[in-house]
T-cell receptor, first 115, second 108 residues
Framework: EPEVTQTPSHQVTQMGQEVILRCVPI?????FYWYRQILGQKVEFLVS????????KSEIFDDQFSVERPDGSNFTLKIRSTKLEDSAMYFC?????????????FGAGSRLTVL | RKEVEQDPGPFNVPEGATVAFNCTYS??????FFWYRQDCRKEPKLLMS???SGNEDGRFTAQLNRASQYISLLIRDSKLSDSATYLC?????????FGSGTRLSIRP
């Protein structure tokens, strides 16, 4: 079964450092998403991405965050200057069509710990 | 008001019981609806899509009431392996929004 793969599985960083989380979506998928889940809380939408541009972003996705699809396979989330409250599980997801036509498939997540 | 609201639970029921979860959504422009399941410290996984006509997959039945902006999930003959958090998910434009989840615990 095709998978969304994420690296690293766990990253520990100091406050103020830049972090890049990487995702390889399923190969024929066209829509890409990042979500985060703070421990014990809900899964929160960050950003959706289609056709090499952001489709929609939440209020969480401020100027500290950016996404990129640098090479046609990877989809990255960059946090420019991490804060303690950025500690969370970050999930990447992809789908091959928009609007409910197909399901969101999630990666196993990258756990970010900011000290 | 939250865009997707669920009873957080926890629901603690015996094996074999029938359990029902409800979810409401606030934006009438929402277009697609799903139930996902999340095990502790794992990624969400699709349980089933939800259609206006209602749909069933084995022991699971989902219903959508667009007029009331209400989604339900019924689990019959619950198993120990059904213990998880059940996430109501609503799609609107390019956003796919998760409810905070209902925790279910099945006891032997």
């Amino acid at each position: 079964e095709p998978e969304v793969t994420q690296t690293p599985s766990h990253q520990v960083t100091q406050m103020g450092q830049e972090v890049i989380l990487r995702c390889v979506p399923i190969s024929n998928h066209l829509y890409f998403y990042w979500y985060r889940q703070i421990l014990g809380q809900k899964v929160e939408f960050l950003v959706s991405f289609y056709n090499n541009e952001i489709s929609e972003k939440s209020e969480i996705f401020d100027d500290q965050f950016s996404v990129e699809r640098p090479d046609g396979s990877n989809f990255t989330l960059k946090i420019r200057s991490t804060k303690l409250e950025d500690s969370a599980m970050y999930f990447c997801a992809s789908r091959d069509r928009g609007l409910g036509a197909n399901v969101l498939t999630f990666g196993a997540g990258s756990r970010l710990t900011v000290l | 008001r939250k865009e997707v609201e669920q009873d957080p639970g926890p629901f603690n029921v015996p094996e074999g019981a029938t359990v029902a979860f409800n979810c409401t959504y606030s934006n009438s422009a929402s277009q697609s609806f799903f139930w996902y399941r999340q095990d502790c410290r794992k990624e969400p996984k699709l349980l089933m899509s939800v259609y206006s006509s209602g749909n069933e997959d084995g022991r699971f039945t989902a219903q959508l009431n667009r007029a009331s902006q209400y989604i339900s999930l019924l689990i019959r003959d619950s198993k120990l392996s059904d213990s998880a958090t059940y996430l109501c998910v609503v799609e609107r434009a390019s956003k796919i929004i998760f409810g905070s989840g209902t925790r279910l615990s099945i006891r032997p």
